[in-house]
């Protein structure tokens, strides 16, 4: 198991239980190293001063930070250790706000928080079950790598999450972004009410496991292929083209019978599939796989990768199939 970054004491109101906090997302993109071409050796950088091209040693690096005349004012470390946060262990909820109310843009990392005794999973639970049944995250803040940060805690699947967030003064206006605001006062009524119906029928679920990093496959894909000697070359997908105001309302008619017409297609694969012939499984997204197994039922479908998935489905289906012929 991991070990926590932090360590302390989950509160709210009189109610106390200790908890630790652990990264609840991790990165699988390849890492890379810099090597001079033609050679397997590694580049390094090394402190140099800007001015007398002499390297630095790393005792005598100090913090600056610049002033309104160019200057510089330098930190020691003393000096930033007395404007620390306080490295409190206490995680104070001060509020219950409604989860809707917290806009995405404010989010930034998400961990989990684990009991950390054996007389805390009771509590523990306990704010788990009434955050779940009242729609509200608890709003607190914390003192991670120096620096205090807002978080809300909030349920996942029976588990405590804690969501560190952006403070108001560092979330961007679209007016400070964008060079111009959408204008909306053109659009008509019948426009609106054909986007509505688009988005109505392109509706579906959020299943994360249906989802894959698809550039990061091909990225480990090209790895592989390269450190034996086969290059891997695919094809550049051409840009979408941009859609002609002129056109939109045309646009907006084709999509909604092109998608309205798959999702009644996809309905009916889900309901009718499991007594049709059995289509070239080996040829599907894991994401078509995986709603053939939602269909058919199976059992730790979302834990399976897509190999596993194909197997399953092809089994599923063929009980099935034996099932119909045995009634």
Same mark, same amino acid.
């Given at each position: 198991?991991?070990?926590?970054?932090?360590?302390?004491?989950?509160?709210?109101?009189?109610?106390?239980?200790?908890?630790?906090?652990?990264?609840?997302?991790?990165?699988?993109?390849?890492?890379?190293?810099?090597?001079?071409?033609?050679?397997?050796?590694?580049?390094?950088?090394?402190?140099?001063?800007?001015?007398?091209?002499?390297?630095?040693?790393?005792?005598?690096?100090?913090?600056?930070?610049?002033?309104?005349?160019?200057?510089?004012?330098?930190?020691?470390?003393?000096?930033?250790?007395?404007?620390?946060?306080?490295?409190?262990?206490?995680?104070?909820?001060?509020?219950?706000?409604?989860?809707?109310?917290?806009?995405?843009?404010?989010?930034?990392?998400?961990?989990?928080?684990?009991?950390?005794?054996?007389?805390?999973?009771?509590?523990?639970?306990?704010?788990?079950?009434?955050?779940?049944?009242?729609?509200?995250?608890?709003?607190?803040?914390?003192?991670?790598?120096?620096?205090?940060?807002?978080?809300?805690?909030?349920?996942?699947?029976?588990?405590?999450?804690?969501?560190?967030?952006?403070?108001?003064?560092?979330?961007?206006?679209?007016?400070?972004?964008?060079?111009?605001? @959408?204008?909306? *006062?053109?659009?008509?009524?019948? #426009?609106? %009410?054909? =986007? +509505? /119906?688009?988005?109505?029928?392109?509706?579906?679920?959020?299943?994360?496991?249906?989802?894959?990093?698809?550039?990061?496959?091909?990225?480990?894909?090209?790895?592989?292929?390269?450190?034996?000697?086969?290059?891997?070359?695919?094809?550049?997908?051409?840009?979408?083209?941009?859609?002609?105001?002129?056109?939109?309302?045309?646009?907006?008619?084709?999509?909604?019978?092109?998608?309205?017409?798959?999702?009644?297609?996809?309905?009916?694969?889900?309901?009718?599939?499991?007594?049709?012939?059995?289509?070239?499984?080996?040829?599907?997204?894991?994401?078509?796989?995986?709603?053939?197994?939602?269909?058919?039922?199976? @059992?730790?479908? *979302?834990?399976?990768?897509?190999? #596993?998935? %194909?197997? =399953? +489905? /092809?089994?599923?289906?063929?009980?099935?199939?034996?099932?119909?012929?045995?009634?």
């Amino acid at each position: 198991m991991a070990r926590p970054i932090w360590t302390g004491a989950l509160s709210f109101g009189l109610v106390s239980v200790p908890v630790g906090l652990y990264p609840a997302t991790a990165g699988r993109t390849p890492g890379f190293h810099q090597i001079e071409r033609g050679t397997s050796d590694r580049i390094r950088y090394r402190r140099v001063n800007e001015r007398t091209g002499k390297e630095v040693p790393y005792r005598d690096v100090v913090r600056g930070a610049r002033t309104e005349s160019g200057g510089y004012v330098v930190l020691e470390a003393a000096d930033l250790e007395s404007v620390a946060p306080d490295r409190s262990r206490s995680l104070d909820i001060d509020a219950f706000v409604p989860a809707d109310e917290v806009e995405p843009i404010h989010r930034d990392r998400t961990y989990y928080l684990a009991p950390n005794s054996t007389e805390a999973p009771k509590v523990y639970a306990l704010l788990c079950s009434a955050l779940e049944r009242s729609g509200r995250l608890g709003l607190s803040s914390l003192v991670l790598q120096d620096r205090r940060h807002l978080a809300l805690i909030g349920p996942q699947n029976g588990a405590l999450t804690l969501t560190t967030l952006f403070y108001a003064d560092e979330v961007r206006a679209p007016e400070e972004v964008l060079a111009s605001m @959408p204008d909306g *006062s053109g659009l008509s009524g019948h #426009e609106v %009410e054909m =986007a +509505v /119906r688009l988005v109505e029928a392109m509706g579906g679920h959020w299943r994360p496991e249906e989802h894959r990093d698809v550039h990061r496959e091909r990225l480990e894909a090209l790895i592989a292929a390269k450190s034996r000697g086969k290059p891997v070359k695919r094809p550049a997908a051409p840009p979408p083209r941009e859609t002609n105001v002129v056109d939109l309302m045309e646009a907006l008619r084709s999509s909604i019978h092109r998608d309205g017409g798959a999702q009644r297609g996809r309905a009916r694969d889900r309901v009718d599939g499991a007594g049709d012939r059995e289509p070239r499984l080996k040829d599907m997204s894991k994401r078509e796989l995986s709603r053939l197994a939602t269909s058919l039922d199976v @059992p730790g479908r *979302s834990k399976m990768d897509r190999a #596993e998935l %194909e197997e =399953a +489905v /092809r089994k599923a289906r063929r009980r099935s199939a034996r099932r119909r012929k045995a009634s």
